[in-house]
């Protein structure tokens, strides 16, 4: 029997290896932590539960397939809630806007009520154009056979990587609004000059689908499917890496490519409770207040703040009662700045506090603990000097790097292996 090892339990891991696992191979998932609650995306202490990738659901469809196909209903097994007030979106300005999360029209309804007419209609034919552009992508990804076929669909809408920010600018004519687009793929951990142009495709996909928040956050996903895989006979080999494992030239290998951009992450366990957030908030500084802010920070060899998000989920089983868990993320740039200097971490989180308090939003004396997690470069190590073949789930050719579009792009992943075994037997 073929054996495949995946690599970590991430998601889009485990995804493939349940699907894999139907189809009859002998699956082995290798994962470095001591056992599915130790994932590097979920922080646990005194109560509170920290995510620190995606923090909410869309297209639950996608789950719902997998949890069907591997013999279980995803209801019985998950519990969402879907967020009918999905994303805040403020700035320094006194401007702000709150999006549903669901309901492509609500969405331009809300512009509208803010920023005018005008803009209201730029976010239409916005979203019009994100809708033209999933379907396009959706068809000729979900009509991938082989994998030359997919080959050539990503060199078909391989562009460059401003592609995003042109088409951006094109359709949208102000500031706010294009903050408005940015905020889809912020949260989901892709910045827009690394976004590639099916990034405009995020909004549309959201709000048609919807926005959920998974009760007791993403690691309840990951353990449910890592339940999956555990009742159809996954093998799960902790505290260890493919290092450590004897391959061969028959076996095949499974490993996911982060598309998660550089963010600096403050964990924040509060006391009390905070008036108007939502599950996601997202917080634009002034240009001209970032760049006076950024002369002070450089001084102090700081990077610049011009936006963050502040997660916030209204879940008690993600935090003690009377009490906050926030996921405050901010994009930073790795290049000139060493972000394992204690000094550095203490510096940039005090910095982000402040910036916090330009929006009268003061929680000092309401806080439990801080925990810092800086920013760090993609640790992925391809097995290139092993006789196994190598696959990776690469989310490239979606929107973001959303927890949906990691288990769509694992799904075809395993298609393909399923297929080219198959084609190597005959």
């Known amino acids: 029997m073929t054996r495949i090892f995946v690599e970590g339990t991430s998601i889009g891991a485990l995804t493939c290896a349940a699907r894999l696992k139907v189809k009859g191979y002998e699956v082995i998932v290798i994962a470095k932590g001591a056992s599915i609650d130790d994932a590097a995306s979920v922080v646990r202490s005194d109560g509170f539960v920290f995510d620190l990738a995606d923090t909410s659901l869309t297209v639950p469809a996608t789950f719902r397939d997998l949890f069907l196909k591997t013999g279980a209903a995803f209801e019985e097994c998950i519990d969402i809630s879907e967020l009918d007030q999905a994303l805040s979106i403020r700035w320094v300005d006194g401007n702000q806007v709150t999006l549903p999360g669901v309901g492509v029209a609500s969405t331009a309804n809300a512009i509208e009520v803010q920023f005018g007419s005008r803009a209201a209609d730029q976010w239409r034919n916005f979203l019009r154009a994100g809708s033209s552009l999933w379907a396009e992508h959706r068809l000729a990804l979900e009509s991938v056979e082989t994998h030359d076929k997919a080959v050539r669909l990503r060199r078909l809408f391989a562009t460059r990587r401003d592609d995003y920010i042109r088409l951006r600018n094109r359709l949208l004519g102000t500031a706010h609004l ?41 690691c309840s996903l990951s353990r449910a499917i890592y339940e999956r895989c555990v009742e159809l006979g996954v093998i799960f080999q902790f505290s260890q890496s493919l290092y450590d494992q004897n391959l061969t030239a028959d076996d095949h290998v499974v490993q996911l490519t982060s598309r998660r951009d550089n963010f600096f992450t403050l964990l924040l366990a509060l006391d009390g ?9 997202i917080f634009y500084v002034n240009k001209d207040v970032a760049s006076s802010k950024s002369h002070t920070q450089n001084q102090g060899h700081l990077p610049e703040i011009s936006m963050f998000q502040v997660c916030a989920p209204q879940d008690e089983l993600m935090h003690p009662p009377g009490s906050e868990n ?6 930073v740039s790795m290049i000139g700045f060493d972000w394992t200097d204690r000094d550095m971490q203490e510096m940039f989180s005090e910095s982000l506090l402040l910036t916090l308090e330009q929006f009268n939003v003061n929680v000092r004396e309401r806080i439990l603990w801080i925990r810092v997690i800086p920013p760090k470069d993609a640790d992925i190590d391809p097995l290139s000097l092993t006789p196994s073949v190598t696959h990776f789930i690469d989310t490239s050719d979606y929107p973001s790097n959303s927890v949906a579009f990691q288990a769509m792009a694992a799904t075809r992943l395993a298609i393909h292996i399923h297929q080219q075994i198959r084609e190597s037997a005959k």
């Open 178 to 218: 294009r903050d408005i687009a940015d905020s889809y793929i912020l949260k989901n951990g892709v910045t827009p000059s690394a976004a590639h142009s099916i990034g405009i495709a995020e909004p549309y996909v959201e709000h048609t689908f919807g926005i959920s928040h998974v009760k007791g956050g993403m």
């Open 273 to 281: 409770t905070t008036s108007g957030l939502l599950h996601t908030n």
């Open 326 to 331: 926030w996921t405050v993320q901010v994009p």
